[in-house]
């Protein structure tokens, strides 16, 4: 029995942990994406083009069909997109992004970058960059409309530092630019070619004049994204992507990763509730003449059963309150471990979740476990007749 004890307080316990670790790193990395490329992301316009068919062989009425969609890359008209955007419910904020591709030259080395051009007051609005930024400052950068903000990983490469004058090429301009800060997102792709400018300098250089590449938009519930990009594509002929369908890929490695650690770990609950089972099964064998006595001064079948499932019921208990116990020391342990993060997110130590659901859901397996292991014995002693079990003992 205090075998099984120890597995249903460490089956508990590693469930609970596991179940915080892995849900934890998936909050922050949603955390992460929704604070670099926001919620919603509308941009290529797309036309249907139509083909006719004759409704008859011979006649003149003719029928008109839905033959493919043409994409056409960008936003033309951002200003009137974003005023029809933000009669949408649930949308907090939008901005325009101009983004193109280029080569940032600075100390005599170069590296490719991709441009993003912003208008600073509306992006901050739907991302997280200001507080991204791990040197310099955005005051210096709203200061000066030739500055720009560098990835951190680009930065290491070039050895840029704040204040420092860079230059940028693209395919028609070179222009020099000012470093007023360098941001770490922890997205590694992002980091190591991003870089943001003032949207008429970005303008200048990629030379765009106009429109933009897309709009960002921030909404009060990021959950609902996939049925807000859904009505606003059907209404602004615009695609329309959320956050869900572009992270999908990492969202479902997430999902699997918790899926197969709480299937691993939930084999420790079920290895202590076999040793009870076994436990139970072996005091029905050597209490059997216990048990027929009991029967015999008027204890019914369903009060054995009770005896048996209290027994079954207090270890469970015990153990789930203590595995909840052990489950919180070891999280709370691995939230001050320090550990350097970069990749997909940047952190400096393990991300946990504490969720009450992680308990409940450690606790309901750990029931229904030792609910199955300790019914069997019982409902084994509950059928046991008293006159044959005396009969056999005194013979």
Same mark, same amino acid.
């Given at each position: ?319 789930? &309150?203590?595995? @909840?116990?052990? =489950?919180? !020391?070891?999280?709370?342990?691995? *939230?001050?471990? +320090?550990? %350097? ?18 308990? &409940?859901?450690? @606790?309901?397996? =750990?029931? !229904?476990?030792?609910?199955?292991? *300790?019914?069997? +014995?019982? %409902? ?16």
């Amino acid at each position: 029995m205090l075998m099984s004890f120890s597995g249903i307080v460490f089956g508990v316990g590693f469930f609970i942990v596991t179940q915080a670790q892995t849900s934890g790193f998936q909050d922050f990395f949603i955390k992460t994406i929704l604070g670099v490329d926001g919620m919603i992301r509308v941009e290529d316009r797309f036309q249907s083009t139509m083909r006719s068919m004759e409704a008859e062989s011979g006649s003149n009425f003719q029928i008109l069909l839905e033959s493919n969609v043409r994409y056409i890359p960008g936003v033309q008209f951002p200003e009137r997109l974003m005023a029809t955007i933000q009669r949408f419910p649930g949308v907090v904020a939008a901005a325009p992004v101009v983004r193109g591709s280029g080569m940032l030259n600075a100390n005599f080395r170069a590296h490719s970058c991709r441009p993003y051009g912003i208008d600073a007051e509306k992006h901050f609005q739907v991302s997280d960059l200001e507080e991204q930024i791990i040197r310099g400052s955005i005051e210096a950068f709203k200061a000066n409309p030739y500055a720009v903000l560098v990835g951190e990983r680009m930065a290491q490469r070039l050895s840029i530092h704040p204040g420092d004058s860079v230059l940028i090429e693209s395919h028609k301009q070179n222009r020099s630019y000012r470093v007023a800060g360098v941001f770490e997102t922890g997205i590694g792709q992002v980091d190591k070619e991003r870089i943001f400018l003032h949207m008429p300098a970005a303008r200048i250089l990629l030379d765009r004049p106009n429109g933009a590449s897309f709009i960002q938009i921030n909404l009060e519930d990021p959950t609902k994204a996939p049925e807000v990009a859904e009505r606003m594509q059907a209404s602004l002929s615009h695609a329309a992507t959320s956050w869900q369908w572009r992270e999908r890929t990492w969202l479902q490695v997430f999902k699997v990763l918790r899926i197969s650690s709480a299937l691993t770990v939930s084999s420790i609950i079920l290895i202590a509730g076999l040793g009870m089972f076994n436990t139970l099964a072996m005091i029905v064998i050597d209490k059997t003449r216990e048990i027929a006595i009991l029967r015999s001064i008027g204890y019914t079948r369903a009060d054995i059963i009770k005896i048996f499932m209290y027994q079954g019921l207090i270890v469970l208990s015990v153990g789930i &309150l203590g595995g @909840a116990t052990f =489950a919180a !020391i070891i999280t709370y342990s691995l *939230s001050r471990l +320090p550990i %350097r993060i970069r990749g997909i997110f940047a952190s400096d130590t393990f991300i946990v979740n504490w969720d009450i659901a992680h308990y &409940l859901w450690a @606790a309901a397996i =750990a029931t !229904i476990v030792v609910g199955i292991a *300790s019914y069997f +014995p019982a %409902r084994k002693a509950a059928r046991l007749e008293p006159g044959v079990v005396i009969r056999s003992s005194g013979s």
